[in-house]
């Protein structure tokens, strides 16, 4: 859209400005966190919380320490790095260690969703920004929440599901529920991040897939495996033409019956404000009373 338009011109215009912060504006570095990319000049973090206890030469390489009450982990990165701590220093699990850009994997797998959803969407308002674009809040949330809403199965437990199998949040959830009520072994997983591409080709509803990229391979697969699309998306119902699932077109709205109010539809809007206003001093002037009554 028209934001889009105007980071990609301030994008080019800034070609020839020499400065740190030019390197990772505009587009490419919207793409690049979108996409969920290994950025350049990546940032090690930490993957406890803890205390910077040592920072030492591991044969050309640094070596920090991070301790805790309860371990102690060792990060190895590049001695050409330029460190973000001294020792002492207390950092929480995601923090840097180094300079650098955070890689969105990384931050996931030491953190948690929501921790990661914040830094896309920082990273994403400080491109914007930096160009003197604003976009609200909630459009960055909406595309994050997507980026994370997959999980990748460890362990099956006793559930049907598969090891290996990445599934949505939502199945995960519905399946270990029975699982857990009748006192047997959930499956066990962890969260993971793909870009708006990958995550808009892994969507359930092949006909939502088929509608964004690779419409060939999507439908072929599809075919070969005999899926079958349950329509509970907005996608597919907007290309087949039914009503999206949602408002009106929700399913506890589809048994009811619209039934108009002639003598409503037929009266003067102008009457219609003036009971109204009657109706509304009526219950003013009721609540009064009450006060009055109650002081008394």
Wanted: net charge negative.
């Amino acid at each position: 859209g028209e934001p889009g338009t105007q980071l990609t011109l301030r994008t080019f215009h800034a070609g020839g400005v020499a400065t740190d912060e030019d390197i990772t504006q505009g587009l490419p570095r919207v793409e690049e966190v979108f996409e969920a990319r290994t950025p350049k000049g990546k940032a090690t973090i930490s993957e406890i919380t803890g205390k910077v206890s040592k920072i030492e030469d591991n044969n050309g390489k640094w070596k920090i320490t991070v301790m805790n009450d309860v371990e102690a982990r060792e990060h190895n990165t590049s001695y050409a790095a330029r460190l973000a701590v001294e020792v002492g220093s207390e950092v929480n699990a995601g923090d840097k260690l180094t300079e650098g850009i955070i890689s969105p994997k990384e931050l996931l797998a030491v953190t948690d969703p929501i921790t990661t959803q914040e830094y896309i969407l920082k990273e994403i308002q400080k491109v914007y920004k930096s160009q003197g674009v604003d976009i609200a809040d909630k459009h960055v949330e909406v595309i994050a929440s997507r980026m994370i809403n997959k999980m990748r199965i460890t362990d099956a437990g006793d559930t049907d599901l598969v090891a290996g199998l990445t599934v949505s949040i939502r199945e995960f959830a519905n399946k270990n529920k029975p699982v857990i009520l009748e006192g047997k072994v959930p499956a066990k997983g962890y969260p993971i991040i793909l870009g708006i591409t990958k995550s808009s080709l892994e969507t359930e509803s092949f006909l939502s897939a088929a509608s964004f990229q690779e419409t060939t391979r999507v439908l072929t697969d599809a075919a070969i495996k005999g899926k079958v699309d349950e329509l509970t998306g907005l996608k597919e119902n907007v290309i087949l033409g039914k009503l999206i699932p949602a408002g009106t077109g929700a399913k506890q709205y589809s048994d009811l019956d619209i039934i108009l109010d002639k003598e409503y539809m037929n009266s003067d809007p102008s009457e219609m404000l003036e009971e109204e206003f009657i109706d509304n001093e009526d219950i003013k002037e009721e609540a009064q009373n009450k006060e009055e009554t109650t002081e008394e």
